[in-house]
């Protein structure tokens, strides 16, 4: 290889490796902090449950029929704050906390199955 076709492949891979990280950074398009919501969803970026969660959220357009907020707890300290004195207000300890996890006007609800029902009654569906 010649040095043009090493400098075309340097700089491709540092596109490639930017586009990642820009990809892997960037923010969801749901609020990252609670902005007086009475319902609040917790959960963890890497968590398959949660994953499950957001696409029956998405299939069913739930953050159009239900006004939440949407906090990730694994990599954010002050989010994973919030929702410990939310389920301490619930009378929950710490071991008995997971994600997903919401905070809806003053009760709590842990794992997909019991937030999924939640939001269809809350949705109507």
Known sequence: MD???IAVLGLLFV???GLLFWNF?????ISQTPVNSDIILFYGEECPHCKDLEEFIKKNNIAEKVKFNYLEVWHNKSNS???????????????????PFLYAK?????GGPE????????AGI
């Not at 950074?25 to 398009?29: A, G």
């Not at 003053?106 to 842990?110: E, K, Y």
């Not at 937030?115 to 809350?122: A, H, I, L, P, Y």
Request: overall charge positive; hydrophobic content about 35%; glycine content about 10%.
């Open 115 to 122: 937030v999924e029902k939640f939001f269809k009654e809350e």
């Open 25 to 29: 950074s960037k923010e969801k398009n």
């Open 15 to 17: 596109l490639a490796a």
């Open 81 to 99: 704050g919030i929702m410990m004195e939310k389920a301490q207000e619930c009378g929950f300890a710490k071991d008995q906390l997971g994600v």
């Open 106 to 110: 003053g009760r709590c609800f842990i």
């Open 3 to 5: 040095k043009k076709n």
